[in-house]
């Protein structure tokens, strides 16, 4: 039996769909069934028109044109469509591209393949707060520099990159980039021009939308950005992503956007109180250190080194506190993270750490109780 009455903290890692987007997508699973491209009967006319109106609510959410906008099968598909596509359609040009340290493994494991496929691949480290230097990055970029690849807040610590600094330096050398911003919507605000980026993802289930779905956004003008696919088939998405479309998660993702939209200022505020009172308990006197700049930060997010504890261990002893690690645990033996260890934390503090991160659910009081509970523990 799973166990409904854990206190979650775990949004960054999945949220759950809000009723909301739950009852928009509903008749997609049954009365309004048709394939989107059938264009030859009114039932798949009328879903066409559907998500060309989804297509219209995201690129408002946004800030682009809806003819730049590729639903995809979320951030993971997205960032291998974006920076291999890339890779494919610029390497007459040049095979370089730069990364950071911190980025999310999406992207390392993408760049490790085309670092293998012969691209080269610069990856720039971060100071202690889990920031870039820009002045090294300028230094980095070269002619046949192709791809910049920069998160906008990262997953684990809620460091919020200086993307618009970035992406300027980027195009006084003609370069494109990239920006994962799968952790923005809906606790900071995503524009492509204000950020100055000429690909972006997000992806629904980051924000109260469903699981597997979620948004490319390519830039068609000052520059024209061109991909090769890395899914061919029926030519769907104007070639870039062929497969049929998931209607449902489609609409989900649109409902999504418009209520990250609408209720940002009073959410984020909230959250942030709570976070704040989270902190006061958990980082007086020593108990826990906060890992990251605390000035550049997503309002949700807290990840904590407890000294001398394992973060494992302590958690196994909190069955009903659902929070994340500091450690990646894809494999039999857990690694520390790479994030936290790219800010110049040892294995045994990585190891120590615990990531907080808060959503539209969570209550005072659960904070409180999640508090109480590590408190318990730590004594
Ligand atoms: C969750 C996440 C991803 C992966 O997104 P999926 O839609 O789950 O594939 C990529 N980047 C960041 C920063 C994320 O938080």
Redesign the pocket.
Known sequence: MPDTTAIYLDY???TPVDPVVLQAMLPYFSDLFANASSRSHVMGRTIGEKIEASRRTVADFLGCETSEIVFT???????NTAIKGVAAAYKSRGQHLITWDT?????LDVCEKLAEAGFEITQLPVDREGLPDPVLYRNSLRKDTILTIM?????ETGVINPVREISEICHEHNSLIFC????GPGKMQVNVNDLGVDLL?I????MYGP????ALFIRRKNPRVTLIPIIDGGGHENGLRSGTLNVPGIIGLAKACEIAASGYWENTSGISALRTLLEQQLTTNGIGYVNGSIKNRLPNTSNILFPGIKADQLLIKLPGLAVSTGSACSSALPEPSHVLKAMGRNNEEAFASVRFSLGKETTREQIAAAADMILQQLK
């Not at 980025?103 to 992207?107: D, F, L, N, R, T």
């Not at 994962?180 to 952790?183: F, H, L, N």
């Open positions: 960054n890692a999945t099968g979320g951030s993971t598909e997205s960032i980025e999310h493994k999406a992207v998160m906008l807040a990262n997953n994962d911003a799968t952790q993802c992806s629904a289930h980051k699981k597997g779905t979620g």
